[in-house]
């Protein structure tokens, strides 16, 4: 299945793949004395190798041409890390606090070589379900995406210069596929591929196949997905997809990174966010029953909801009068009218955010790819207890998210299905 001069790199093979490569090589001050290589991916798709040395540090991905946690049974190009090395790039241009550096890409043998994030630094996800609280996680990441996706949208860009990142990330239809597939088709539909917290939810996996309503609302998201190309999209921007420390958040492994509707990146990290509070009680215990944490949680939703939306809004009236094409100035070239289009479009992003979180919160239940917040929950019928609540509670905001005004609506139904 390799490619011509693709190798899989082990920890042996990567020592001399270092030494051949002088971006690499001189960020361990070129030699290898305390050469340590930890391989450390615990994700579907990639292997990940930690490298230190008395002289430097970094992290080296490599992606494989298939899905790594599944085999060779299901191809998946190794192109994918080209897109991924690109998304990284692109978004540290406009987001350098929160995105790690690139220091080396082989397109040929799909290697990344970048920034180690160093202890204290740990997954976002492993945080919450350790019931650690993060007071600047709402600033930095509604900072990354009210960055990331106006800098790279028809608001700041010209439609040539639009259509033409627009036409490269296009390349990245493998991954934009499976998301299709495991997000908006195969929860919906008898697969191979989905798992539950059998046999607790099987009525609940049998309710969502044979919701009518809950079909059409996802068709018109999938639809949306497919073809609306509104800004650089990290694709997959989960809890496992952040790095943090009480002071540091950063993001990663955007390797799903392609041109989509804005919502799918608000709406899959607030979505995991709600993941996290509803397997808050799967993790008490009579020491901690986690309901102050699950209060900052929802804190925190509300928190990252209101900073996107103010700082996205400020991004825009400051660049108004710029090279942006979506809303020409002598058309739009008054207050009144302003904030008018400014008020539908983030009404629309905030229905499309809340969407597209249900919609992947279904997927982690029911689906193919779960999480390690109620997969941790040792207790079988406590974890389905957990992931009904949420389930429920996304079948609900997929099917009414238009009826939701305010995020704080949204938080106070969730503190209700929870009650």
Known sequence: MASSGFRRLDETALVDYIQATPALFS??????????????????????????????????????PYIRCIGESWPMTKDRAYFEATALREQRRWCADHVPEVYHFDREMAVIGMKYLEPPHIILRKGLIAGIEYPLLAEHMSDFMARTLFFTSLLYHDTTEHKRAVAEFCGNVELCRLTE???????????????????????????????????????????????????????????????????????????????????????????????????????????????????????TIEQTWNLFHNKFIALWNEHRNGSGEAYLAEIYNNSAVQL????????????????????????????????????????????????????????????????????????????????
């Open 27 to 64: 960020k361990l001050a070129n030699q290898l004395d305390g050469l340590q290589i930890k391989e450390v991916g615990d994700g579907n798709l990639n292997f990940v190798y930690i490298v230190t040395s008395s002289g430097g540090s970094f992290v080296i991905k490599q992606a494989l």
């Open 181 to 299: 597939q495991v997000v908006f088709s195969d929860p919906y539909k008898v697969s191979q591929y989905n798992r539950w917290t059998s046999p607790y939810l099987d009525q609940d996996a049998e309710a969502v196949r044979e919701d009518n309503i809950l079909k059409l609302e996802v068709a018109e998201l999938k639809s949306m997905f497919c073809e609306r190309s509104q800004a650089l999209l990290h694709g997959d921007l989960h809890t496992g997809s952040v790095m943090v420390t009480h002071d540091s958040t950063q993001v990663i492994d955007p390797e799903f990174g392609f041109y989509g509707p804005m919502g799918f990146d608000t709406g899959a990290f607030l979505g995991n966010l709600i993941l996290a509070y509803f397997a808050q009680d799967g993790h008490a215990d009579q020491v901690n029953d986690r309901k102050s944490y699950q209060e900052w949680i929802l804190k």
């Open 340 to 419: 008018l289009i400014q008020k539908k479009y983030m009404q629309c992003l905030f229905h499309d955010t809340l969407g597209f979180g249900a919609a992947r919160m279904i997927m982690r239940i029911i689906g193919v790819a779960h999480v390690e917040d109620f997969e941790s929950i040792l207790d079988e019928s406590r974890r389905a207890n957990c992931e009904r609540r949420a389930l429920v509670f996304a079948k609900m905001l997929l099917k009414e998210r238009r009826n939701f005004q305010a995020i704080t609506e949204v938080i106070s139904a969730i503190q209700q299905e929870q009650s």
